[in-house]
């Protein structure tokens, strides 16, 4: 019989100095003595990937997409050698490999790549080899012939989502995603003291929570979890503490309908004031921003008067300079009255599985924000979510409203029956 293999992720706080690398290498040991093969996939330490990313912006206001991918590729390199060579220190046999040799090739789109393939034989060959693999997070080469091919990394986040493709091409036995909090909360813990750690979540609402904006895991890695049956494990780094287990939910009609909230600052809320009312506004406003790689997201568009009507939409902060830039033109050709913008919007949803067959959700949140003093500037809804615009200083007074209107933080019956 094999050993049991065990896939774990350690995240950039997990890894941020030596004295931590030297602690993961120390619990890695532990479960390795315990009869366990181990792959292991690290961020980058600490800051380093906003670092990487200041020095890139020092240098130029554009960075060639291709250079920045190599250049954010070398973080993830520091930390899996540094983890490597610790290991070696405390006698356990160790290598590290970058994304490339681990065999994951991409689609090899830069700065946000997706994963196309893993072929880890060199990886199984180390495990056979009786070596712990260390896999250099967030990376991997595009598909092109391998003299050709291209370093590309897989978006912010992006080493949970290494983490979990490998559990799958591997068959893990267990794949652990260690970080800075227990699990997943029902709201982020740091903005709500009364966040409640949920014992296991679905998939389907672990990823509309990290649609949302809830950054413990990176929307590609849930994803794949789902469609590759992956139970993922989220649990801290720090301390041993049981932690989340994200998986398919058996219970999940039993349970509250709203099960947790998310939120999201990387928001920015563009209007287009009194454009004109006729066909073919619309499409002449977004198939150019969509052409320019602009994400929008939320749309409003406002009933006409005078034949003339305001439209508002949000997109990343990080996209909104190339958006204004495409809009600029677009907005005196159709002769509308003005453009605005505001970077300082954030998002709040509530996040549920059965929220589409419960009416009255709707009406409590708005209701619950109004209370708050909390303005709602735009409104959009889906089957498992509502989400709202708001200020985004005033966030956290929204999010610790709707957790307390919600009673998030009292404990569900079944949560007991469905960890077991
Ligand atoms: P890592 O560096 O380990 O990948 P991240 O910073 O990417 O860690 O993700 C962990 C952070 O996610 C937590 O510190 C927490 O502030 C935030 N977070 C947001 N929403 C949630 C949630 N619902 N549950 C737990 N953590 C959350
Ligand atoms: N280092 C990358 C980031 O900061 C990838 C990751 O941490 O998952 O986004
Ligand atoms: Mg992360």
Request: charge should be negative; glycine fraction near 10%.
């Amino acid at each position: 019989m094999p050993a049991p293999l065990v896939v774990q992720k350690y995240g950039g706080s997990s890894v941020a100095d030596a004295d931590r690398i030297k602690r993961v290498a120390r619990r890695i040991a532990r479960e390795r003595a315990a009869g366990n093969d181990l792959v292991v996939v690290v961020s980058a330490m600490g800051d380093t990937t906003d670092e990487l990313l200041g020095l890139a912006a020092a240098v130029t206001d554009d960075p060639d997409p291709r250079e920045l991918d190599v250049l954010l590729a070398t973080g993830e390199h520091q930390s899996a050698t540094l983890l490597s060579m610790a290991l070696h220190a405390q006698g356990v046999a160790a290598i590290s490999l970058t994304g490339p040799q681990a065999g994951i090739t991409t689609d090899g789109r830069y700065g946000k790549a997706r994963i196309a393939d893993i072929q880890p034989s060199r990886v199984r060959l180390e495990i056979e080899a009786g070596k712990v693999v260390i896999v250099a997070g967030f990376q991997g080469r595009s598909a092109a012939a391998v003299g050709q091919s291209e370093i590309t990394t897989l978006g912010r986040g992006g080493s949970d989502t290494t983490a979990v493709a490998l559990a799958a091409a591997l068959g893990a036995d267990r794949c652990q995603v260690f970080t800075d909090v227990r699990g997943i909360y029902t709201a982020d813990p740091r903005l709500v003291p009364k966040a409640r750690q949920l014992p296991v979540i679905g998939y389907e609402e672990m990823l509309e929570l990290a649609h949302q904006g809830a950054q413990v895991m990176q929307v590609r890695a849930v994803e794949l979890g789902w469609v590759n049956d992956v139970v993922i494990e989220v649990l801290s780094s720090f301390e041993d503490a049981p932690g989340t287990l994200i998986r398919e939910d058996p219970l999940v009609e039993q349970r509250n309908k709203v099960r947790g909230l998310a939120h999201d600052r990387n928001v920015a809320k563009v209007t287009i004031v009194a454009v004109p009312d006729r066909p073919g506004v619309a499409r002449s406003i977004f198939e150019p921003l969509a052409e320019a790689g602009v994400n929008v997201d939320m749309i409003v568009q406002n009933v006409g008067h005078g034949g003339a009507t305001d439209l508002s939409f949000t997109v990343p902060r990080a996209e909104l300079a190339r958006g204004k830039k495409v809009l600029e033109p677009i907005v005196r050709e159709l002769g509308a009255r003005e453009l605005t913008t505001d970077a300082s919007v954030g998002k709040v949803s509530i996040v549920g599985a059965g929220l589409h067959n419960a009416p009255g959700y709707a009406a409590r949140m708005f209701g619950t924000l109004a209370d708050a003093g909390v303005n709602i500037e735009m409104i959009s809804t889906s089957e498992v979510r509502i989400t709202c615009i708001v200020a985004e200083d005033e966030l956290e007074t929204a999010l610790r409203a709707l957790h307390d209107a919600f009673e998030l933080e009292r404990p569900e019956a079944v949560d007991v029956a469905a960890a077991g």
